[in-house]
């Protein structure tokens, strides 16, 4: 398979690798991860998602039967751990597969919880010219550029073991684990989750390429290594970048409000659907000498009225909602405008 394939696999510190762990962690980077780390040492891979049967024996993943559950899964996996004829079991908390260059996603805590002593297992992946990994790319897909590349480095760093300390909950040992492999790697240990880079694939796949690239220029998350200085203001710190992306999820939905107000509500309620049902519902007072930092969002006037700066909605917000470019004379006008905007968003945000 290597010869066909191309895969070359180097492996550091081999002396390390403990054959009385049970539980290999190792960093995701592409679909044949579990597939060269099992050509150095024996180990299984349970199936997570995919149809069982041939095509799932054939990638080399354990089927485990009908698992309906996230702790039918736990005792599935224990249940196999406990009988030592098994083989070690590798496992991959972040779920996604990444480029490995940047930085590591948010591990998952359930496999930490099969057992109290588990290996780091680093790895890093070169390949000339072709990225290594593609987001939303099929395994079949990247199978073909295997074939295509020369060849494919792999290389895989064995670490200590690590135990669980005393009383440590499932988040902080994983946690723990994170940041020891993020520094072997020399990358950053991020929040983000598998749900997060779906849900950005997601956006991809429904935005146009010319609004995405518009769009782009002033996203956070589309500039990781940047560093976010406003005015002299000092770089933020990655929990006010964490908020800073989920407020600009609410504005997305909420273009009329400004990034002041959703980035104090945020703070409090650390929720994008919490924060944009109490702008809707007026929980969150709307205050007019809110500033935005963020050029090409700010808003009109200072000193404009709440409902003056929502009635004049940027052009560039979606067509399915209504913009005022005047502010209506009557009282009536002005309630029937509000209330018109208000269903449209309502709409909008359940969509």
């Known amino acids: 398979m290597c010869s066909v394939l191309g895969l070359f696999v180097r492996q550091s510190d081999p002396h390390l690798r403990d054959a009385s762990v049970r539980v290999y962690i190792a960093n995701h980077v592409t679909h044949f991860d579990h597939s060269v780390i099992n050509l150095l040492t024996s180990c299984n891979t349970p199936a997570l998602n995919g149809t069982p049967g041939f095509i799932c024996w054939s990638r080399g993943f354990m089927e485990l039967g009908a698992v309906g559950s996230r702790a039918e899964l736990i005792d599935s996996l224990k249940v196999y751990s406990s009988h030592g004829g098994n083989p070690p079991l590798l496992l991959f908390p972040e779920e996604a597969a990444t480029n490995g260059r940047v930085g590591l996603l948010r591990f998952s805590s359930w496999p930490f919880s099969i057992l109290d002593m588990i290996q780091p297992v680093a790895l890093q992946v070169q390949r000339p010219l072709i990225a290594v990994s593609v987001a939303d790319s099929s395994w079949i897909t990247e199978l073909l550029w295997t074939f295509f590349i020369p060849f494919t480095v792999y290389q895989v760093r064995w670490m200590p073991p690590v135990f669980r300390q005393a009383d440590e909950p499932n988040e902080e040992f994983a946690l723990r684990v994170q940041e020891l492999l ?71 939905v909420l273009p009329h409000v400004t990034l002041g107000t959703i980035r104090r509500d945020l703070a409090q309620t650390n929720c994008v659907d919490t924060t944009i049902a109490n702008l809707l519902e007026g929980q969150v007072p709307l205050l007019p000498e809110d500033k935005d930092p963020e050029p090409g969002l700010l808003a009109p006037s200072t000193s404009q009225t709440p409902a003056a700066s929502s009635s004049q909605c940027p052009a560039a917000s979606s067509s399915s909602k209504p913009s005022v470019k005047l502010f209506a004379k009557s009282p009536v006008e002005r309630h029937l405008s509000l209330q018109e905007r208000k269903h449209v968003l309502y709409a909008y945000a359940r969509r």
């Open 182 to 252: 993020a520094m072997e790697l020399g990358v950053v240990s991020t929040r983000l989750t598998a749900a997060d880079k779906a849900e950005h694939m997601k956006r991809l796949r429904h935005t146009p390429p010319h609004l995405f690239a518009s769009a782009s220029s002033q996203s956070l998350v589309a500039r990781p290594r940047a560093s976010p200085s406003v005015a002299g203001v000092a770089p933020l710190a990655p929990e006010d970048v964490r908020i800073m992306e989920m407020a600009q999820r609410v504005k997305e």
